[in-house]
């Protein structure tokens, strides 16, 4: 898992239309120049009876917000709504990019560590800022975006309550 992503299910009782309502009453419209934000909302995005499209509304900067998108299933007996919570495009294009160019550096460098290594050169430890590049860029994609996305989970299963599969 390069690029961050969630997936889960939600199964509840309630019916699509109530699913619905819970979250249009979450969530406010997307705007592109916030001014005044409707802090009564946690969310911000569309709901139809087709599904969800959402972020979570944060008064504070984070490129790393999941896009979460969501489907209605209707059984004979429950609703399951299948959630997907992924990176916004742009987020994931530049972190695409990050890594891909890290990883040609890591790859131009190996030499040199492998020789570092084998004749225990300590001191040349600038040959390993590739690698820690990589594994930096790593964490600073995932880490944000798992915070953020357990916390948005943590509010849809808290409004539709219910168990997760």
């Known amino acids: 898992m390069i690029i961050p992503h969630k997936k889960f299910s939600i199964i509840t009782n309630k019916t699509v239309q109530e699913a619905i ?13 916030k001014m005044f934000k409707d802090t009564s909302a946690f969310f911000e995005g569309d709901v ?13 900067n984070n490129s ?6 969501g489907q209605f299933i209707k059984d004979d007996k429950e609703l399951r709504i299948q959630v997907n919570m992924h990176l916004h495009t742009f987020t994931m294009i530049f972190c695409l990019i990050w890594i891909i160019l890290v990883f040609i550096a890591f790859l131009a460098f190996i030499p040199s560590m492998i ?7 300590i001191n040349e430890l600038s040959n390993f800022i590739p690698l ?8 600073i994609f995932t880490v944000p975006f798992n915070i953020e996305a ?16």
Do not use: M, V, W
Request: net charge positive; aromatic share 18%.
């Open 21 to 33: 309502n819970i979250l249009q009453k979450n969530t406010t419209k997307r705007a592109f120049f």
């Open 48 to 60: 139809s009876p087709a599904g969800f499209c959402l972020n979570r509304l944060i008064h504070y």
């Open 64 to 69: 790393f917000i999941p896009q979460i998108d």
């Open 115 to 121: 020789t570092s290594i084998r004749y225990f050169k």
């Open 132 to 139: 820690f590049l990589l594994i930096f860029g790593y964490l």
């Open 150 to 165: 357990k916390i948005a989970e943590n509010k849809l299963f808290e409004l539709l309550c219910s168990e997760t599969k």
